[in-house]
């Protein structure tokens, strides 16, 4: 396995912007409203400072083609979310709505989760509170910082997908 194959960095003097660089590309990504985090937790609005990598691609296909990777693919479906409740035992896991906790839904009425690559921060192992969610998704169009995900123009991020590798890694430095 590769160690890392893109680096993103933030901005100077921009708090939620960065670029994300690697084979010979320069993308601009908005990350967490509160910038980069070295100790993330859940709800900080802060990006972690750590090395992702990506372990899958969820897509919307009412709205949007499967993408081209080598990474694996999985079109979402209305009742799929996201467990953000740190003390329950599926905290930072797919789940399916309804939940009894806090989950995020998936399926969405902005764009952000049509395209959205799982990324595995504090996936395995998980520690409670560290932080869930942690995606590369779509840039809302007014360019918005994230709630700590990193996000990308759809055109930039297909062409990533096209790119990445299992193994390889976003090294948030």
């Known amino acids: 396995m590769k160690e890392t194959g893109f680096t ?28 980069l985090a ?9 990006t972690p400072l750590a090395r992702l990598r990506p372990l899958c691609v969820l897509y919307r296909a009412d ?11 999985r079109a979402i479906a209305p009742e799929d979310g996201w467990c953000d409740a740190p003390h329950h035992p599926a905290y930072n896991r797919f789940v399916r709505h309804p939940f ?18 799982v990324l595995d921060f504090n996936i395995w192992p998980r520690a409670q509170g ?15 910082p994230t709630a ?18 299992p193994g390889e890694a976003i090294a948030v430095a």
């Open 100 to 117: 009894p906790v806090s989950a995020e839904r998936l399926w969405r009425e902005d764009h952000a989760y049509d395209l959205c690559v």
């Open 38 to 46: 070295q100790l993330p937790r859940e709800g900080d609005m802060a």
């Open 148 to 165: 700590g995900c990193i996000a990308m123009r759809a055109a930039d991020l297909r062409r990533l997908l096209h790119l990445l590798r």
């Open 63 to 73: 709205r949007v083609r499967r993408p081209r990777t080598a990474l694996p693919t």
């Open 130 to 144: 560290r932080g869930s969610a942690i995606f590369l998704h779509l840039m809302h169009d007014d360019g918005r």
């Open 8 to 35: 993103l960095r933030r901005l100077p003097g921009a708090t939620s912007r960065a670029l994300l660089l690697g084979r010979g590309h320069s993308w601009q990504v908005t990350i967490g409203a509160r910038g």
